[in-house]
């Protein structure tokens, strides 16, 4: 299993912008998926955006036409793009990755703090 390292969160304003990215130690050419969740606070954690190894991506309806997934084999790395950020969207954003397709999610990131002022 790999392991992830996010970084990139903050503190934004509402309507800003903020882009995490999700190292990981080893390759993820192969990894089936790479997917960010998040978990705001009194809340169960919520897939947030998918990146298939097939370059297939699966978005929140809650952020659709807002962020943008970007998996980017030869760095190791997935990026996760957050535009008009809302007050709703602070969270701890976890990076993920799911080898297979019927493998359960088997490397965790440690999460990254994004707050949204309003």
């Known amino acids: 299993q790999v392991q992830l390292v996010e970084s990139g969160g903050g503190l934004v304003q509402a309507g800003g912008s903020l882009r995490l990215s999700c190292q990981a130690s080893g390759s993820i050419f192969s990894i089936n998926a790479m997917v960010w969740f998040r978990q705001a606070p009194g809340k169960q954690r919520a897939l947030v955006a998918q990146?298939?190894?097939?370059?297939?991506?699966i978005y929140a309806d809650s952020v659709k036409g807002r962020f943008t997934i970007t998996r980017v084999n030869a760095e190791n790395t997935v990026y996760l793009l957050m535009n008009s950020l809302k007050p709703e969207g602070t969270a701890v954003y976890y990076c993920a990755a799911r080898q297979y397709a019927w493998s359960s999610f088997g490397s965790w990131g440690q999460g990254t703090q994004v707050t949204v002022s309003s």
């Open positions: 990146a298939g190894s097939g370059g297939a991506t």
